[in-house]
DNA sequence: ATAGGCGATGGGACTTGGTCCCATCACTGT
DNA sequence: ACAGTGATGGGACCAAGTCCCATCGCCTAT
């Protein structure tokens, strides 16, 4: 038996992304993930608080990267150099491993609504996170809620980016590729 | 009884609002909802697809309402002008009544994370919905989406004066005056 | 080595959101 | 009076998520 194997919660995430690549998100119950992962339901819920999450697991680590990057940043920096920054400290917890399984990640989000929303959920989680760290710095609002989301953007861009395969730049370029790419788009605007 | 009397969905809005008020999302029943109703669950859920939409009910108008009001600006009006319109056709939809509600909303989904994710779900359709309108007219990527994400701050921002009671002003007004602050903080950014 | 202490797991009862299907009720036009 | 239509009631059913307790393996102190 697996039941006192190591790693739990990787397995779990595994047998996770495959149910749901073999037979979708909808279809795939947290009984079967567990039982494939030589678990049980119990111990899902003890490691992920909802059958969501097994997808976004460790994005929390995101929003203390990005804070952390912006804390970081040299004092005369202009806040969209310290979201730069930001970014550029969180573009660490993106493995090669990581890329590999995206498209299969992306699909399943993108048919499923409830993994929508939980995405949204998130994005404002990076707005929140790098606007209070840019507050930190002494950055009004709303232009820290607003060099907040403008990463967001650059980050999600980027993101959608790097995990198409036929697109071989490293992320860290691409976040700075997209992140200029918004700030010339924003003297356009009016 | 009430069970062939009209208005069954605001019936619905009415008694959700006020179970909530009452003893919280959480620990309302959708069956409680119905019963205040003088209808059945099954009913409930042929008038909502889930139990958060019933605070969220009308929504999808306001995408429509932004990209018709972004639709009908003149063609030379500018990416942020055009955000504008939409934002105040938008506005139209929101009632004194509605405003009166508001803090009694705000209170309900704040404390609720599955309520923010659907806000956070919400906000995402608006941008979506304005991005969409803005690239009709021709405005390229990444301009129409940081343009329309513009705009859902402007409106967040604009609608919690709104409903805020020390705040008397109309939405319109506010949604100028919001979308006027982003607009100068932009070049505070770099 | 033995006895406990501790954290992780199994497992089952339970509540609730949500789906499905079918019978029933009221209204409408013929 | 009659049939058709649309909204409702009601019950069976499934899966997500909570709670509680027994159990298991490991670790440590005596």
New binding site residues.
């Given amino acids: 038996?697996?039941?006192?194997e190591?790693r739990?919660?990787e397995r779990l995430v595994r047998a996770a992304a495959e149910l749901f690549d073999e037979h979708g998100y909808?279809s795939?119950?947290?009984?079967?993930?567990?039982q494939r992962a030589?678990?049980?339901?119990?111990?899902?819920?003890?490691?992920?608080?909802?059958?969501?999450?097994v997808l976004f697991a460790g994005q929390d680590v995101l929003c203390e990267l990005l804070a952390s990057g912006i804390d970081a940043a040299p004092d005369e920096a202009t806040p969209l150099t310290a979201v730069a920054a930001g970014l550029e400290a969180a573009a660490g917890n993106f493995t090669p491993e990581l890329r590999a399984i995206g498209p299969v990640l992306r699909a399943v989000v993108e048919n499923n609504s409830?993994l929508r929303e939980r995405e949204a959920l998130k994005h404002h989680s990076f707005a929140d996170a790098m606007a209070l760290a840019l507050r930190r710095r002494g950055i009004a609002e709303p232009a820290a809620g607003l060099a907040a989301w403008l990463g967001v953007l650059a980050f999600t861009d980027a993101y959608a980016c790097w995990v198409d395969p036929s697109c071989d730049q490293e992320l860290t370029a691409l976040l700075r590729l997209k992140l200029g790419e918004l700030r010339a788009a924003i003297s356009s605007l009016d």
């Fill in positions: 038996m697996s039941r006192w190591p739990a919660r909808d795939t119950t947290v009984v079967q993930i567990a030589g678990l049980t339901k119990s111990t899902f819920f003890r490691h992920f608080p909802d059958k969501r999450e409830d």
